[in-house]
């Protein structure tokens, strides 16, 4: 097989050698994270690590081929839409990436190598392969530590005011994995803290018609989940990670309807005072504690 009809067959296309000298982002390309009711009064914050499946045009497209970035290995479907009308229900802020995670996952640590994954479901992506320090810090810097700084740095205005944010992640999952189906409508992913992610699962598990998934079908314990382990967990803050099956949100009508599904089973949980306090003994944890901002 030559290489021209190879690159067809993986969804690649040649791809030339990265210019480190630059800039990353150009005037038109998406901001690294994107702002939805940013002003609501709320303490609660949504965050979406994959809601994009975006590639900054000095990238190239990573030398793939334009049919690669509408599969969840670019991005999680639906998240966007889901976490927005999520936040519209609940009336609280949502911070999205705007980027893809092919070009780095904001939801691992920088040295995992799935942080600039060389090969994804079986698709190699060329603009990752081989990738040196230099590269991978740039692409951190401009657009991962953007859009956890954003993060950090609206948890600590809530806990300026006094106030003990809660946290929750919000991401769609394939329906198949493996030739295995999904059985589970909404995945509820949870480590040492149960105070949001188990009355969570107890109210999903009592609605008609929905399936719900105890650390299915991932695993809140699993090291994949920087966000939540960075940003709440450490820091005692209440937190939950949220997983639905991409085939139910993949429109604008299916990502309002599971939306309302979570805003129905989360209105009470977020209303309970008890919620937010700090969980565990850790350092610094009084609501003034200022985090690292990376």
Request: net charge negative.
């Given at each position: 097989m030559n290489r021209s009809v190879a690159n067809e067959a993986?969804?690649?296309?040649?791809?030339?050698?990265?210019?480190t000298a630059l800039p990353l982002l150009e005037p038109d390309d998406s901001p690294p994270y994107h702002r939805h009711?940013?002003?609501?009064a709320s303490q609660v914050l949504l965050v979406a690590d994959h809601a994009s499946a975006y590639i900054p045009s000095s990238?190239?497209?990573?030398?793939?081929?334009?049919?690669?970035?509408?599969?969840?290995?670019?991005?999680?479907i639906g998240s966007d839409l889901l976490a927005r009308y999520l936040s519209d229900m609940l009336q609280a802020p949502a911070i999205l990436a705007g980027f893809s995670r092919l070009v780095v996952d904001p939801n691992r640590q920088y040295d995992d190598p799935t942080a600039f994954i060389e090969v994804s479901d079986g698709i190699p992506i060329p603009g990752n392969q081989g990738l040196d320090e230099t590269e991978k810090q740039r692409r951190a810097n401009m657009l991962a530590r953007p859009y956890h700084r954003a993060i950090a740095e609206h948890l600590q205005q809530i806990r300026l005011q006094g106030r003990v944010p809660a946290l929750i992640s919000v991401h769609t999952c394939t329906p198949v994995f493996g030739q295995v189906e999904r059985p589970w409508h909404i995945g509820v992913m949870w480590d040492k803290d149960p105070r949001l992610a188990v009355p969570l699962i107890e109210r999903l598990?009592?609605?008609?018609?929905?399936?719900?998934?105890?650390?299915?079908?991932?695993?809140?314990?699993?090291?994949?989940d920087y966000t939540i382990d960075h940003h709440a967990e450490a820091a005692g803050l209440p937190h939950v990670a949220i997983e639905v099956r991409?085939?139910?949100?993949?429109?604008?009508?299916?990502?309002?309807?599971?939306?309302?599904?979570?805003?129905?089973?989360?209105?009470?949980?977020?209303?309970?005072?008890?919620l937010y306090q700090l969980w565990g003994q850790h350092p610094g944890n009084s609501p003034a504690h200022k985090p690292v901002i990376e």
């Open positions: 993986v969804g690649t296309t040649d791809m030339p050698a990265t210019n009711n940013e002003n609501t990238l190239q497209q990573l030398g793939l081929e334009d049919w690669v970035l509408e599969r969840h290995v670019a991005w999680d598990s009592q609605m008609p018609g929905v399936c719900v998934g105890d650390n299915e079908p991932y695993s809140g314990r699993d090291t994949h991409q085939d139910l949100v993949g429109d604008r009508q299916g990502a309002r309807h599971w939306a309302a599904v979570l805003a129905h089973a989360l209105q009470d949980i977020l209303a309970d005072n008890a």
